[in-house]
C-alpha cells in the first residue's frame, strides 16, 4: 500500500468527524505513569499498618503479586480489597498522578508549544461541526490543557469556577465545545464532607474531609463506576459513541468495559470506520479489531524505532511497514492535514 492510499483512507475516515477516545497511551507520551510505575509507587509508599490483620494480609498477598510480574489491574483483581485499603490506593494514585499532571501543566506555561491534541481539535472546528465528543479513561487534564491552549471551551459534566458543581451539558452554551467524558473520574473530583461531588481545580493535596472520585482498577471499580457522577458520565459517553460516524482511538488498549462494547458493536455491526493509533497494539486491539470482524479500520503502531510505523488496514491483508513516524497523535496529523 503506498503512503497516498494510506492518507486517503486517514483522511476519509477523519472526514467523518470522529469521536476522539483517549487511553493511558496518550498521557504516557507526556510522562504520566502507566501501571508499572503506579504499581511500584503504591508498594513504596502505602502504609496498612493502621488497618486490621485481614488487610494488612491481603496486601502481603497484593505486593507480592505484583512482585511475581503480575499486572496493577491483575494483582487488584486476585485480591479482595476493602474499602479502607481502596481508599489508601486511590490517594496514593491520586497523589502520584496530579503531581505529574501538574508538572506538564507548568512546563506548557513556560513554552508555547501546542498540544498535539489542541492542533486536531482546532482544525476539526475549522469546518460546521460545532460540538467535539473525547471519551477518556485518564485522570488526568491533558485534554482540558489542550482544549485551554487552543481557546476551546470544555466540559466535563461541572460548572465553570473553582468551586464546581454537576450539571447538564444543555447548561454550557457555546458556538463550539469539546465535550471531554472522563469514564473512570478526574482529578478534579472530589466528595466532599456534605456526601456530594464537586470539581476543585489545581490542588497540591487533598483537602481534609474531601475523598477523590477516580476510579482505580479492581472489584470495587464496577461498584463505583454505578454510582454519580460516574453514572451520568458514562451515558453521555454511549449515547456519543452511539451517535458518532467514525471513531479515533489513541494509546487506548481497549481493555475497558465502559468503552468498547458499544464502540465494537458499531464498527462491526454499522461498519463504523476507526483509526487507532499507538505505541504498540494491545493483544485486546487487535482480537476486538483486526480479528474481531470490523470491516473499515485503520491501526498503526510504532515500528523498531520512533521514524518507523507499522500499519494495519482493513484494505490490506497484510501490515505494511513505513519508514516514518504516523503511530504517535503527532505522527496521525501529517496525515489528514
Known amino acids: ?56 494480609s491481603n496486601w502481603v498477598s497484593f505486593c507480592e503479586a505484583l512482585n511475581s510480574g503480575v499486572g496493577l489491574e491483575t494483582a487488584l483483581h486476585q485480591v479482595q480489597v476493602s474499602e479502607a485499603l481502596t481508599g489508601k490506593i486511590i490517594n496514593h494514585t491520586w497523589t502520584l498522578i496530579n503531581r505529574e499532571d501538574l508538572e506538564i501543566f507548568k512546563r506548557s506555561l513556560e513554552g508555547n508549544d501546542r498540544y498535539s491534541l489542541g492542533i486536531l481539535l482546532s482544525h476539526m472546528f475549522r469546518s460546521s461541526i460545532s460540538t467535539i465528543n473525547i471519551i477518556t479513561t485518564n485522570y488526568d487534564r491533558l485534554a482540558e490543557y489542550a482544549c485551554d491552549k487552543e481557546n476551546i471551551h470544555h466540559y466535563t459534566g461541572f460548572t465553570h469556577g473553582y468551586f464546581r458543581q454537576l450539571s447538564q ?117 487487535k482480537k476486538h479489531v483486526i480479528n474481531g470482524g470490523v470491516n473499515n479500520y485503520l491501526a498503526i503502531e510504532r515500528g523498531a524505532h520512533d521514524d518507523q510505523s507499522v500499519i494495519y488496514s482493513s484494505l490490506e491483508k497484510e501490515p505494511v511497514v513505513v519508514e516514518k513516524n504516523l503511530w504517535s497523535l503527532q505522527g496521525y496529523l501529517t496525515l489528514i492535514m
Not at 477516545?21 to 504499581?39: F, I, P, Q, R
Not at 463504523?272 to 497494539?281: K, M, R, S
Open 169 to 285: 451539558p444543555s447548561e454550557v452554551k457555546v458556538s463550539r465545545k469539546a465535550n471531554i467524558w472522563k469514564v473512570h473520574g478526574s482529578l478534579d473530583w472530589f466528595e466532599s464532607p456534605l456526601k456530594d461531588v464537586i470539581g476543585l481545580s489545581h490542588l497540591e493535596e487533598i483537602p481534609a474531609g474531601y475523598l477523590p472520585q477516580i476510579v482505580t482498577p479492581g472489584t470495587q471499580k464496577y461498584q463505583r463506576t454505578h454510582l454519580e457522577p460516574y453514572r451520568s458520565i458514562i451515558n453521555n459517553a454511549d449515547l456519543a459513541i452511539t451517535n458518532a460516524a467514525s471513531y479515533l482511538c489513541v494509546g487506548y488498549g481497549f481493555n475497558d468495559e465502559h468503552i468498547q462494547p458499544k464502540l465494537m458493536r458499531k464498527c462491526a455491526r454499522q461498519g463504523a470506520p476507526i483509526t487507532i493509533v499507538t505505541y504498540a497494539l494491545s493483544e485486546a486491539t
Open 1 to 56: 500500500m503506498a503512503l497516498m492510499s494510506i492518507e486517503k483512507q486517514a483522511q476519509d475516515y477523519y472526514a467523518r468527524a470522529p469521536l476522539i477516545v483517549l487511553g493511558s497511551g496518550a498521557s504516557a507520551a507526556y510522562g504520566m505513569s502507566g501501571m508499572g510505575k503506579l504499581a511500584n509507587y503504591l508498594i513504596e509508599h502505602t502504609d496498612v499498618s493502621d488497618l486490621p490483620e485481614k488487610d494488612q
